[in-house]
């Protein structure tokens, strides 16, 4: 058909965007929707307008909008799951709130504890959650060591031997140590007087015990021990005895005195002798002695057979 003045080539107009497109055209060139030609078996059928987007921009917003959705999930996915490895539940407070998280039931009662990322793999002991930690002692307490007293210059006075029955007899051997006898026959006595005597090589004190009526659940025990005169003097209320040294028996028993036995021997190595009974009725005998002899202490009638009424506590002070 010929093109009058004034009209415009044939054309294929796009029901979709309304561009006029080449009669040959078999897309749209703006939108790209296929067109029939004239002398195609479907040209001059009906068509349905599609539900496309307007324009190119409301594609491209539609998806940027879409991958900002799929971020925006991705991150909070993340933090949900970060904040449910880090949470701890320390004993006596409050979780910080969040997702619940399940429990795991077992016969301990450590099991319900929900496992923080500081818990040690390695089975120990664990009190922080155990009901009767507060009633059983802590185990692992270290005790602490016991100090020692610290070393002192001043000499330790000498400890008075502890009698038993079966350690101490009715004599001693020749000793500069501490020693004691004891009354194996549980009698009462009485210091009658003292005398003094050479025996050789040794210088002799003997005390004279004459037996006090009554009857007693044991013995005298006799115990010697060697200070220096002025401490001898001040602990049993002496005077200061002369010499060197100075011996003290102490008679721990049934065993009195009258009146004080004072005396002078001035021998080489027994220089005095004081005997009496001090406030609390003990009967102690201070001796001075002249050089470093030893001294051997014996009793004769003090064996448990023996009934004699007389006795004798022998000092031999070797010169």
Known sequence: MAQGPGQLPPAIICPVCGLRN?????FCRNCGLPLGAPRDPVRGTATRRADLPSDRGTGIAAIVALVAIVAITGLAA????????????????????????????????????????????????????????????DATRTPRPTEEPEPTDEPEPTERPEPTATSLGTRTRFT?????????????????????????????????????????????????????????ASRYGVSRPPGDRAVVLTFDGPLTINSPLVGGPSMRALQSVDVRRDGDGVVHAVMGIDGDGCVRMTASGWDADDRSTTAEVVLEVRR
């Open 22 to 26: 080449d009669i040959t055209a078999r």
């Open 78 to 137: 993340f933090l949900v799951m970060r904040n449910l490895d880090g949470i701890e539940v320390a004993a006596g407070s409050s979780p910080t709130p969040g997702p619940t998280v399940p429990l795991v039931v077992g016969p301990s009662p450590d099991a319900t504890r929900t496992p923080g990322p500081t818990d040690d793999a390695t089975p120990g002991p664990d009190t922080t959650h155990d009901p009767d930690a507060t009633r059983r002692p």
């Open 176 to 232: 500069c140590d501490a020693a004691a006898i004891r009354d194996l026959s549980g009698r009462r006595w009485r210091v009658a007087r003292a005398s003094w005597g050479d025996s050789g090589s040794a210088d002799r004190l003997t005390l004279h015990l004459n037996r006090s009526t009554g009857t007693t659940r044991r013995g005298t025990t006799v115990r010697m021990e060697f200070l220096s005169p002025s401490r001898a």
